[in-house]
């Protein structure tokens, strides 16, 4: 066993043999130089964590010209200091390592993603992972979820805090993450932890009016597919957005008229059977008819998507044109008057409102909605098991009536289905 000072001089003069030989240094225990048949030359650092009888480990300095021969003796210093302090150099670059890749902030937020959004919040998945993507991912890259501090997150806040909404929900699906990882034992805490949330987003209360209405749906045949009769099913239906938009037409019954939405696409887990109106089954009969169906719906399959394997997606886009669109129409009687802001959602709370105004009866119009709260919370929600269908059905077929009424100009009545939804 070849010893002697590792030096540039000495590892210059260092030449290859038929086989790996070492040389090692007499002034620094365990500091050595490697050297190949194929002239490669390599410093090391060897250890026992413990006494003789534990096993012999080795670190791998670094190569030289990458490194010399003085800086990797500041190296194997500083490894040996750490030995010394019952600090496993090996160990600890595993881990390092491990930091580096495997709790790297943008792949594990695909981890993050798959491992609990999309079991845990089934119906937000796809906005809560969008907030992610486009406000935090950027800021953070690839830095190790340990090395994440609460400047950190402050940064990431920082462009949405006039945004109400935004704000907190990018703050709850960030703390859910590092909640999970803290689950996982990927980190010991979040960085969270102790942070006061953004307030939350009023309540909001925008109800469409009926020449709203009337212009929002004209304006979505320059929207096209697919934003455009998704829309309008949205409108016609009280639906969530994304009930709509990952819609399978395994889910749909034609014969029945009937939709059944699965618990597990679900906000609140219900499954729902949601009465399909004449409007909503035109829609979608133009929307099997699109799809190449000869005759009938397709038994299977996404009913809104542009790849044919995953639901769509763009939807502010989409709203930006739809507003647009929305803008250029002709008002009646020449009238210039803008329509208030107003979002997707708002078209749910302006049916369950128009509902009201129809007559429907309170838990109708929940149970349209797919509501457990009101009218059948509590012990009464134990015991009340009844469906509605039939009135949900004539509910529905009112408000389509109504909707129609909007756009023709008709004098119909709806007193013949609220007959029924009284009833």
């Known amino acids: ?76 210093d500083g490894l040996a200091l750490k030995v010394a302090q019952g600090i496993d150099p ?48 950027p800021v953070l890259g690839n830095k190790p979820l340990t090395d994440i501090t609460r400047k950190d997150i402050k940064a990431i806040l920082a462009p949405v805090l006039d945004k109400t909404a935004t704000a907190s929900n990018l703050f709850s699906v960030l703390r859910r993450l590092f909640s999970w990882a803290v689950e996982h034992e990927d980190i010991e805490r979040s960085p969270i932890d102790g942070m006061k949330p953004p307030p939350l987003p009023k309540a909001r209360d ?35 957005r994304e009930e709509i938009a990952a819609l399978d037409w395994s889910e749909l019954d034609r014969k029945g008229r009937m939709w059944s939405l699965p618990a597990a696409r679900s906000k609140n887990n219900k499954p729902l059977e949601a009465p399909l109106s004449n409007m909503a089954i035109a829609e979608l009969d133009d929307l099997a008819i699109r799809s190449g169906k000869d005759g009938g719906w397709p038994s299977r399959g996404l009913v809104f998507s542009t790849t044919g394997h995953s639901s769509v997606s763009g939807y502010s886009r989409a709203k930006r044109r739809l507003d647009r669109l929305i803008a250029a129409l002709p008002r009646e009687n020449d009238s210039t008057e803008a329509m208030d802001p107003w979002r997707l959602h708002d078209l749910r709370r ?30 009464v929600g134990v015991y009340q ?16 009536r109504h909707v129609e009424q909007l756009l023709t100009g008709a004098n119909r009545s709806n007193v013949i289905e609220l007959e029924r939804v009284r009833a």
């Not at 590792?6 to 070492?22: C, F, L, R, V």
């Not at 098991?385 to 389509?400: C, G, S, V």
């Open 90 to 137: 090996q160990r600890e670059k595993v881990e390092s390592v491990r930091r580096s890749v495997d709790l790297a902030f943008k792949p594990y937020v695909k981890r993050f993603h798959e491992g609990c959004l999309l079991k845990e919040w089934k119906a937000t998945h796809k906005d809560s992972h969008s907030l992610l993507l486009r406000y935090a991912v």
């Open 206 to 240: 925008r109800v469409l009016t009926d020449w709203e209405l009337a212009l929002v749906w004209r304006a979505t045949d320059g929207l096209g597919y697919p934003f455009g009769p998704m829309v309008r099913l949205l409108l016609l239906t009280g639906a969530r």
């Open 385 to 400: 098991r009844h469906e509605w269908k039939d009135e949900k059905a004539a509910a529905l077929e009112a408000w389509a």
């Open 1 to 76: 066993m070849a010893t002697g000072r590792i030096t540039k001089s000495s590892t210059d003069a260092a030449q290859p043999g038929e086989k790996d030989w070492m040389l090692w240094d007499d002034r620094l225990s365990g500091f050595g130089l490697k050297v190949t048949p194929a002239g490669a030359k390599v410093f090391v650092f060897q250890y026992r964590m413990g006494g003789r009888g534990s096993p012999v480990r080795r670190f791998t300095v670094g190569k030289f010209g990458n490194l010399t021969a003085d800086g990797a003796r500041k190296v194997a």
């Open 350 to 379: 302006t049916l369950a409102t128009g509902l009201q105004r129809l007559g429907v009866r309170l838990e109708v119009t929940e149970a349209v909605l797919n509501h457990v709260s009101g009218s059948k919370s509590g012990i």
